[in-house]
């Protein structure tokens, strides 16, 4: 079964700075879509990017990037010129392609905090 | 833009009653789940549905049961709510796969349910 480990339970960045979120999983597929999704204090939950896996260059949204490294199977979130609105709950999630109805498979999330 | 909307924000429970949350998605999606959120164990998937009548078993569906009818709505039941069910519930739905297609998980806003 897949596996989606986010090893910081917490993290927190000055407001300005930048900041990387650590994920890794655990597969035997070569084809499948990596997401990061935020949680807002008291919000809803929101797609902030995504990556498939096939491809080779890294999904840049804005502010927010990631570096994926296939061989590693690391899946790491950069967050530039952190703003306090970006404090948050951050999950990666995994889901293999092709697979039908499968759902996602998520990490269990790290808390963002940002210091003006 | 997709709206998925949950009927309670906020659900105040005995132990021992039969709670109804209900989740209803405005746009067509086949695919519907019933997550709930815990602090430091993420998201844990409940029950799943890709088809109106249709269901499959999460990770933790003990205690749980779930009634889809209509393809816009999906319910979650609590059969005898007990105190170890309280926590965040939150719903989701994506499309089915078609092709080249990420089927992204849309997240309603959450009911945080209190069972005394």
């Known amino acids: 079964a897949q596996t989606v480990t986010q090893s910081q339970p917490e993290m927190s960045v000055q407001e300005a700075e930048t900041v990387t979120l650590s994920c890794t999983y655990d597969?035997?597929?070569?084809?499948?879509?990596l997401f990061w999704y935020k949680q807002p204090p008291s919000r809803q939950m929101i797609l902030v990017i995504r990556q498939e896996a096939y491809k080779q260059q890294n999904a840049t949204e804005n502010r927010f990037s990631v570096n994926f490294q296939k061989a590693a199977k690391s899946f790491s979130l950069k967050i530039s010129d952190s703003q306090l609105g970006d404090a948050a709950m951050y999950f990666c999630a995994y889901r293999r392609r092709n697979s039908g109805n499968t759902p996602l498979v998520f990490g269990k999330g790290t808390r963002l905090s940002v210091i003006a | 833009d997709v709206k998925v909307t949950q009927s309670s924000r906020y659900l105040v429970k005995r132990t021992g009653e039969k709670v109804f949350l209900e989740c209803v998605q405005d746009m067509d999606h086949e695919n519907m789940f019933w997550y709930r959120q815990d602090p430091g164990l993420g998201l844990r998937l409940i029950y799943f549905?890709?088809?109106?009548?249709?269901?499959e078993k999460g990770d933790i569906p003990e205690g749980y049961s779930v009634s889809r009818e209509k393809k816009e709505r999906f319910s979650l039941i609590l059969e005898s709510a007990s105190t170890n069910q309280t926590s965040m519930y939150l719903c989701?739905?994506?499309?089915?796969?078609?092709?080249?297609?990420?089927?992204?998980?849309?997240f309603g806003p959450g009911t945080r349910l209190t069972v005394l």
């Open positions: 597969t035997s597929e070569s084809d499948y879509y």
């Open positions: 549905s890709y088809d109106v009548k249709m269901k």
């Open positions: 989701a739905s994506s499309s089915r796969p078609r092709g080249v297609s990420y089927n992204e998980q849309f």
